[in-house]
């Protein structure tokens, strides 16, 4: 019989800006990010040994340079124990969201009890896309400028009829969104202040998401650049910002967490991966939540709280519509602590960010919710949906 994998607790750094005059965490590096967030997990739960981890998986999208296998160098880096294995896993955006997958699979199959997943991405020190060289053959195949990620999105706004004004009330629901829980204090189940810098280079501990805009606009957002098409839809405002940040959860088998006293919400039911067309790659999430439904023999309905990352808004709200989640911003039981329009968006962070951000509105914002949906798109078509159930 399967055994049941639980949620014990999810951290993440704030999501900094990743400019280099302004950025917040501009004078850190991704271990440093990635150690804080290993360190905020052992210190909130002093039931749990470090050396009693069965592995540690990290999800990052772009592995080269300083992120080069960066779940272990920031293991090794953060003095934790050398026997315990880690492995640092690639599905571009949805990465942090496999390494969950990798976890709550091994509890399930008793495998291991403990374990730590989670995801890192710092985009202002390994540029998106950096060193990456697709093969020649891949162009025969597909329109070489079709595949990065900005024509995507319009593509997607195009063949799924979105129109700038809907993806401005997404945009602004986000904002708006972000803001409230950040003022609410909703945020402090799962930020751990780090240490980073102002823009005028004073030193402060960074307890808050950087690209929260509060005054947010739908009129300034009508008239912004197209930089990805001319005369497109998709502007910066619709687009998930360039983002520094890293997170983890501590995922347990059900039994061992109440030997060690350690409690819990919510328990992992199903993870889904799907492929799609690279040049719609936003629509990963419809065809893998649409594959989870069907599984499982479940519809739009039965889900009481949803985080879709929004990579663009274009794709956020086609994949919502084509599933029957929602029909348009403000949007009723999705990203209600705002999405990665406004809380940032690091590339392989977000997947294991929205279960961590899922796991607090559940607990916290919907307590009666029963069933959670996170899910996510990734850069050359793939899509990774999990669903988590109440306990
Ligand atoms: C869209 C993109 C190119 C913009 O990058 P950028 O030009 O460096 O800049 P910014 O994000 O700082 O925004 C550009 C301008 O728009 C403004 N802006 C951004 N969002 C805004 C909003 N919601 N309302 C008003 N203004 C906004 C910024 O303030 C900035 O103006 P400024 O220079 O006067 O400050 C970049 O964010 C991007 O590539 N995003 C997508 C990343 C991606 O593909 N991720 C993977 C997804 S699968």
Same mark, same amino acid.
């Given at each position: 019989?399967?055994?049941?994998?639980?949620?014990?607790?999810?951290?993440?750094?704030?999501?900094?800006?990743?400019?280099?005059?302004?950025?917040?965490?501009?004078?850190?590096?991704?271990?440093?990010?990635?150690?804080?967030?290993?360190?905020?997990?052992?210190?909130?739960?002093?039931?749990?040994?470090?050396?009693?981890?069965?592995?540690?998986?990290?999800?990052?999208?772009?592995?080269?340079?300083?992120?080069?296998?960066?779940?272990?160098?920031?293991?090794?880096?953060?003095?934790?124990?050398?026997?315990?294995?880690?492995?640092?896993?690639?599905?571009?955006?949805?990465?942090?969201?496999?390494?969950?997958?990798?976890?709550?699979?091994?509890?399930?199959?008793?495998?291991?009890?403990?374990?730590?997943?989670? %995801?890192?991405?710092?985009? &202002?020190?390994?540029?998106? +896309?950096?060193?990456? !060289?697709?093969?020649?053959?891949?162009?025969? /195949? =597909?329109?070489?400028?079709?595949?990065?990620?900005?024509?995507?999105?319009?593509?997607?706004?195009?063949?799924?009829?979105?129109?700038?004004?809907?993806?401005?009330?997404?945009?602004?629901?986000?904002?708006?969104?972000?803001?409230?829980?950040?003022?609410?204090?909703?945020?402090?189940?799962?930020?751990?202040?780090?240490?980073?810098?102002?823009?005028?280079?004073?030193?402060?501990?960074?307890?808050?998401?950087?690209?929260?805009?509060?005054?947010?606009?739908?009129?300034?957002?009508?008239?912004?650049?197209?930089?990805?098409?001319?005369?497109?839809?998709?502007?910066?405002?619709?687009?998930?910002?360039?983002?520094? %940040?890293?997170?983890?959860? &501590?995922?347990?088998?059900? +039994?061992?967490?109440? !030997?060690?006293?350690?409690?819990?919400?919510? /328990? =992992?039911?199903?993870?889904?991966?799907?492929?799609?067309?690279?040049?719609?790659?936003?629509?990963?999430?419809?065809?893998?939540?649409?594959?989870?439904?069907?599984?499982?023999?479940?519809?739009?309905?039965?889900?009481?709280?949803?985080?879709?990352?929004?990579?663009?808004?274009?794709?956020?709200?086609?994949?919502?519509?084509?599933?029957?989640?929602?029909?348009?911003?403000?949007?009723?039981?999705?990203?209600?602590?705002?999405?990665?329009?406004?809380?940032?968006?690091?590339?392989?962070?977000?997947?294991?960010?929205?279960?961590?951000?899922?796991?607090?509105?559940?607990?916290?914002?919907?307590?009666?919710?029963?069933?959670?949906?996170?899910? &996510?798109?990734?850069?050359? +078509?793939?899509?990774?949906?999990?669903?988590?159930?109440?306990?």
């Amino acid at each position: 019989m399967l055994k049941e994998c639980v949620i014990v607790d999810g951290v993440r750094t704030p999501n900094g800006r990743a400019h280099a005059e302004k950025g917040w965490f501009r004078k850190r590096t991704p271990d440093e990010l990635l150690t804080a967030v290993y360190d905020a997990l052992f210190e909130r739960n002093k039931a749990v040994n470090p050396e009693e981890v069965e592995a540690v998986f990290i999800g990052c999208a772009n592995q080269i340079g300083m992120q080069n296998d960066i779940g272990r160098l920031a293991w090794l880096a953060g003095g934790y124990p050398e026997d315990i294995p880690t492995n640092t896993i690639n599905q571009q955006c949805p990465s942090g969201m496999s390494a969950i997958e990798h976890a709550a699979r091994a509890i399930r199959c008793g495998e291991g009890e403990i374990f730590v997943a989670g %995801g890192v991405e710092d985009m &202002l020190n390994v540029k998106m +896309g950096m060193g990456m !060289e697709p093969p020649m053959r891949l162009y025969e /195949r =597909y329109n070489p400028m079709e595949l990065p990620m900005g024509p995507t999105a319009e593509k997607v706004a195009e063949k799924w009829n979105v129109s700038v004004e809907d993806m401005i009330e997404v945009a602004y629901y986000s904002h708006k969104n972000a803001a409230a829980a950040r003022d609410a204090g909703k945020f402090a189940h799962e930020i751990v202040p780090v240490e980073g810098h102002t823009e005028e280079g004073e030193k402060f501990m960074v307890d808050r998401d950087q690209w929260i805009r509060d005054n947010i606009s739908r009129e300034q957002m009508a008239g912004m650049p197209t930089p990805f098409k001319e005369n497109g839809v998709i502007t910066a405002a619709f687009s998930s910002p360039l983002t520094q %940040g890293a997170c983890a959860l &501590l995922l347990m088998e059900r +039994g061992k967490a109440d !030997e060690l006293g350690l409690s819990y919400h919510l /328990r =992992y039911r199903a993870g889904v991966m799907a492929g799609c067309d690279p040049t719609v790659m936003g629509i990963g999430p419809l065809n893998a939540v649409s594959k989870l439904f069907k599984r499982y023999n479940l519809t739009a309905d039965d889900i009481d709280v949803v985080e879709l990352n929004e990579a663009f808004a274009s794709q956020a709200l086609a994949c919502l519509r084509e599933l029957g989640l929602e029909e348009n911003a403000p949007f009723k039981k999705t990203n209600l602590w705002g999405g990665a329009l406004a809380l940032g968006h690091p590339l392989g962070e977000s997947g294991a960010r929205i279960v961590i951000t899922l796991n607090n509105v559940m607990k916290y914002e919907r307590p009666e919710a029963k069933l959670g949906l996170a899910s &996510l798109c990734g850069g050359f +078509g793939n899509g990774n949906a999990t669903l988590w159930e109440k306990v």
